[in-house]
């Protein structure tokens, strides 16, 4: 394979299908350095039947595209498909701004691409045992070479694949971009079966979508305060929580209506997702 610098047309140039959406904020930086610097590090692409498919580095291109670059330094590669699709996994998985479920989303994929070049893993036994022991010999592997090539802990890696591998697409899809898309509710729904993963997905996004509606100023108490610009105070919060905490399944029972419950479970349930979204940001 051919390693050497070469530059090419910028019109010849085509980005992937496959390729991840633009960051409007990462482009403007990039677009910012590379006017000031140049363009460090060459843009890597394969022939196509017309010129030549973006395999790594759509946002310098794009950059560069935007500084009115009429060439751009790549290295043309001879890679296949799935090689090429395993390069811009690899670079968006390097991109700080991906959420937990694309991470999850191409982590799995990665692996799963792992899998297909390496096909010797998945054959010579039969059964469950050939299943275990497949997983035996691919995972160090699939999770050492990932960790090396993103820069993430091998921990990260598994952690990443897992989620992707057991939280079905459709889930995934409807959380990302939303505040349940942290890898505390993947984690929570992982292990449900597909249909109680849509109906915990839909019940807090409908949830969510409820609290926004309802968060608007109303007179008396915290939301009094809110309205007036006043918060509560951390020994005012740390007096509610302590509260919470001093209390029993069989105390809320007591205390709460039977009418009343099915909201308060929904309430307690948001307050649990907003804490866990608090210590995942203190754990980032």
């Avoid at 309430?267 to 997702?273: G, H, N, P, R, T």
Wanted: aromatic share 4%.
């Amino acid at each position: 394979m051919n390693n050497l610098i070469t530059m090419l047309p910028i019109e010849e140039l085509h980005r992937h299908a496959k390729a991840r959406a633009l960051n409007d904020y990462a482009l403007a930086e990039l677009a910012d350095s590379i006017e000031r610097v140049g363009l460090i590090n060459p843009i890597r692409v394969r022939k196509a039947y017309e010129g030549y498919d973006i395999i790594a580095g759509h946002h310098r291109f794009a950059a560069c595209d935007s500084l009115g670059h009429r060439e751009i330094a790549c290295i043309v590669v001879e890679d296949g498909d799935l090689r090429a699709e395993l390069a811009m996994i690899d670079e968006n998985l390097c991109r700080a701004e991906l959420s937990p479920s694309d991470k999850a989303t191409q982590t799995a994929r990665r692996k799963a691409i792992h899998r297909e070049l390496h096909p010797q893993t998945k054959h010579g036994q039969a059964g469950a045992a050939a299943r275990w022991n497949a997983d035996e010999k691919i995972a160090p592997a699939f999770s050492t070479d990932t960790a090396k090539a993103t820069g993430q802990s091998v921990r990260t890696v598994q952690l990443h694949a897992e989620r992707g591998e057991k939280v079905i697409d459709e889930a995934l899809s409807a959380i990302k971009g939303t505040k349940l898309d942290t890898g505390t509710y993947l984690d929570r729904i992982k292990n449900l079966s597909p249909n109680e993963q849509m109906t915990a997905v839909k019940r807090d996004l409908a949830w969510e979508r409820k609290k926004d509606r309802d968060d608007q100023p109303r007179q008396g108490g915290i939301a009094g305060r809110i309205e007036t610009k006043q918060t509560p105070t951390y020994e005012e919060m740390r007096a509610a929580i302590l509260l919470l905490r001093e209390l029993t399944a069989d105390d809320m029972t007591r205390i709460c209506p039977p009418n009343k419950r099915a909201g308060m479970c929904q309430q307690l349930s948001a307050l649990i997702i907003t804490f866990e979204q608090v210590k995942e940001g203190v754990s980032a």
